[in-house]
């Protein structure tokens, strides 16, 4: 559990100067869907960009997999996603899939 706590202390970190576009993953019911699905696509290009920037300069090959399912873990608790379901939003939104988004 120690190293738990020291991965999510670590995600906090690293994802600190966008608790902004964290907090846009979880938005109000109330919000018309357009503006739910730009602020989503802003967020996650944001985020996603990050973390894939963080594992190009500091993670081994053999390790990618393993943190990025990480991190993708980390994000979801700001989301009513998954984890699974918000990589793959972002995915979608880096190979100009939008049509997959919606």
């Known amino acids: ?11 906090k970190e690293l994802l600190r100067p966008f608790k ?5 993953l979880h938005l109000p019911q109330h ?3 357009e503006k739910k699905l730009k602020y989503t696509k802003e967020s996650l290009t944001i985020i996603g960009d ?3 920037l963080f594992l190009q300069r500091y993670c081994r ?6 943190w990025q399912k ?5 994000v979801s608790l700001f989301s009513e996603m ?6 793959k939003l972002y995915k979608y939104i880096k ?7 919606l």
């Open 50 to 52: 990050r973390i894939d």
């Open 1 to 11: 559990n120690t190293y738990a706590n020291t991965f999510s202390s670590q995600c």
């Open 20 to 24: 902004k576009s964290l907090r846009k």
């Open 61 to 66: 090959a053999s390790e990618v997999k393993h």
């Open 31 to 33: 919000l018309p869907t």
């Open 70 to 74: 990480m991190f993708w873990q980390f």
């Open 82 to 87: 998954d984890a699974k379901q918000l990589q």
């Open 95 to 101: 190979n100009n899939q939008m049509d997959k988004f």
